[in-house]
């Protein structure tokens, strides 16, 4: 276990860091922030800021040195410099090695019986060719690694779309489109002593590839799909010795839930537990790399809306406050820019 007046070591300087960070110091942690970028809104919440690459051997042992633990606020970390921090790293490297390449993300779900959307690599277009003709179109070609909130992505509407597309040179993958009635993820956390907790499930609207609303609890389309869902969660954090907050994302349509994609780590998603739960996603990230006991994840309200700020939506922060009932969260991004997460807003049913 370790006691609060420790220093907690964070992998990247975004949002999800600098809400990590809070709550660590809620519970009387200091945070100190490994991240290559010279501006960090994490940074500016913590105690200590180390600016260096991810392969400085060591800039990363004078950070480790300082730390008790060490977590991630994103999965796109390159895991070969990480090796030597592996004793203090939590969640372990297997979950970035797993949720940073789709195809073994997708091999390793479906070894534990989950079911993704048909897909298959691709790596010239001649496997592109072959993949549209035996899963069809529209579909979605992705990057296999590195993408995220749309990026990365294009979509394939016919055979002449992927005639007509220069692909770039990485290794790629092509899904089919899945008929899904709603979209919604799994939030759970595991301590270190095993025990699993789950959030209630939010479901989710995407705009553009970027997360939208997340309305808790979802609808009863949603809600007859969490327990196969949750299920597939649970052995998914199992399998890998998970330790902390772990997200996936679902479709749910009439045959079920069909896997997206995993996150490990607390989620955009899961931005409504702050209000919205007895214990937020980040307070329970910080209760379970540090060895603590588990927090209640039950609702704190009838339910929960939670919605993005992005891009120039940051500039009605006065309209949202007009509202009592807002709760406003402001990243501190100097520059708001088309797709950029600025802020969100929660709003509770009481």
């Known amino acids: 276990m370790i006691a609060p007046g ?108 989950g079911k993704p959307a048909p897909w298959a690599e691709v790596n010239s277009a001649a496997d592109l060719a072959a993949a549209i003709a035996r899963i069809g179109t529209p579909g979605i070609l992705k990057t296999r690694r590195d993408g995220y909130d749309g990026k990365g992505q294009w979509r394939i509407m016919s055979s002449a779309d992927a005639e007509a597309l220069v692909l770039p040179d990485k290794p790629l993958v092509y899904e089919g489109f899945v008929d899904f009635r709603a979209e919604f993820s799994v939030l759970l956390c595991r301590g270190a002593d095993g025990d699993i907790r789950f959030w209630d499930t939010q479901e989710n609207i995407h705009n553009g590839g970027i997360l939208d609303t997340s309305t808790v609890p979802g609808s009863d389309l949603v809600q007859g799909e969490v327990a196969e869902a949750r299920a597939l969660a649970a052995k998914v954090a199992e399998a890998l010795g998970y330790v902390g907050v772990l997200t996936l994302e679902f479709f749910a349509t009439e045959s079920g839930p069909v896997f997206n ?24 990230h910080v209760r379970a790399i540090c060895g603590l006991p588990l927090g209640e994840c039950r609702l704190a309200a009838k339910g929960v809306v939670m919605n993005n700020l992005i ?40």
Not at 27 to 37: F, Q, S, V
Not at 63 to 74: G, K, L, N, Q, R
Not at 96 to 106: G, I
Not at 261 to 284: C, D, K, L, Y
């Open 6 to 113: 420790e220093t907690i070591g964070i992998l990247g300087g975004g949002q999800l860091g600098r809400m990590i960070a809070m709550a660590a110091a809620q519970l009387g942690y200091r945070c100190h922030i490994y991240a290559p970028e010279p501006e960090s809104i994490a940074a500016e919440v913590s105690a200590a800021f180390t600016c260096a690459a991810w392969d400085d051997a060591e800039a990363l042992a004078g950070f480790a040195a300082d730390c008790a633990v060490i977590t991630y606020e994103f999965e796109n970390v390159p895991v070969g410099p990480l090796a030597p921090l592996a004793d203090k790293l939590l969640a372990h490297p297997r979950a970035l090695e797993t949720a940073q390449d789709r195809v073994n993300e997708k091999l390793f779900v479906e070894q534990l019986g």
């Open 261 to 284: 994609e995993m996150a490990p780590r607390v989620h955009n998603s899961g931005h409504w537990t702050i209000e919205g739960a007895i214990t937020s996603q980040f307070e329970n």
């Open 311 to 350: 891009g120039d939506d940051v500039h009605d922060w006065a309209q949202i406050l007009s509202d009592p009932a807002n709760h406003l969260h402001l990243y501190g991004k100097a520059a708001a820019r088309p797709g950029r997460k600025m802020g969100h807003v929660t709003r509770l049913t009481l």
